[in-house]
């Protein structure tokens, strides 16, 4: 699919067919694309921890809210974290006023590639932002170092979701 028509056809999807189920190859392939994205000098802080086993259920009961169960119920779940401490950062210290957004940044941008890459291979997803971090935290074993941004679900969707309205352009870009 040419880039152009991939970002058209991306849509953040709430409905998943529960009898399709993505697997550890697919998840693999996609974050290998996702890792291609941009970092700070190359630091390459994101992680993702991939819930698709005989937890994934119990999993999604706990660590979500039950508006996100049910929207991303029947998809696998990848939380993404970043490490801090890695991006916006040099020898001497935080490189500049806005060191500890580097690594939010550099996983947005990574995250992005994540939901594209998984579209070229026929999944959909949904990028979910409200979830129980400690639960995640300590299920999941991850490291205090690393910052919990998103749980995104994967899967294949169900039915067809709506393009929500855009901006005008003259709303979010200045020219001069």
Same mark, same amino acid.
């Given at each position: 699919?040419?880039?152009?028509?991939?970002?058209?056809? @991306?849509?953040?999807? @709430?409905?998943?067919?529960?009898?399709?189920?993505?697997?550890?190859?697919?998840?693999?392939?996609?974050?290998? &694309?996702?890792?291609?994205?941009?970092?700070?000098?190359?630091?390459?802080?994101? @992680?993702?921890?991939?819930?698709?086993?005989?937890?994934?259920?119990?999993?999604?009961?706990?660590?979500?809210?039950?508006?996100?169960?049910?929207?991303?119920? =029947?998809?696998? &779940?990848?939380?993404?974290?970043?490490?801090? %401490?890695?991006?916006?950062?040099?020898?001497? %210290?935080?490189?500049? !006023?806005?060191?500890?957004?580097? =690594?939010?940044?550099? &996983?947005?941008?990574?995250?992005?590639?994540?939901?594209?890459?998984?579209?070229?291979? =026929?999944?959909?997803?949904?990028?979910?932002?409200?979830? !129980?971090?400690?639960?995640?935290?300590?299920?999941?074993?991850?490291?205090?170092?690393?910052?919990?941004?998103?749980?995104?679900?994967? =899967?294949? @969707?169900?039915?067809?979701?709506?393009?929500?309205?855009?901006?005008? &352009?003259?709303?979010?870009?200045?020219?001069?």
């Amino acid at each position: 699919m040419e880039f152009k028509e991939l970002i058209k056809v @991306r849509r953040s999807t @709430r409905d998943y067919d529960k009898d399709k189920k993505v697997t550890k190859e697919q998840l693999e392939k996609v974050i290998a &694309l996702a890792q291609m994205a941009p970092t700070w000098k190359n630091s390459q802080n994101a @992680r993702y921890y991939c819930v698709i086993g005989d937890q994934l259920e119990a999993f999604r009961e706990k660590a979500l809210p039950s508006f996100n169960q049910k929207n991303s119920a =029947g998809a696998a &779940l990848v939380v993404t974290t970043y490490v801090k %401490g890695l991006a916006g950062y040099g020898p001497n %210290g935080p490189a500049d !006023d806005i060191e500890a957004v580097w =690594g939010g940044y550099d &996983l947005g941008l990574q995250n992005a590639y994540f939901v594209l890459a998984a579209k070229e291979e =026929g999944l959909d997803t949904l990028i979910m932002g409200l979830r !129980d971090t400690d639960y995640i935290r300590q299920e999941l074993a991850i490291p205090e170092d690393e910052v919990i941004a998103a749980v995104i679900a994967v =899967g294949y @969707r169900a039915s067809e979701p709506k393009l929500g309205g855009r901006k005008d &352009l003259g709303e979010i870009a200045k020219f001069f």
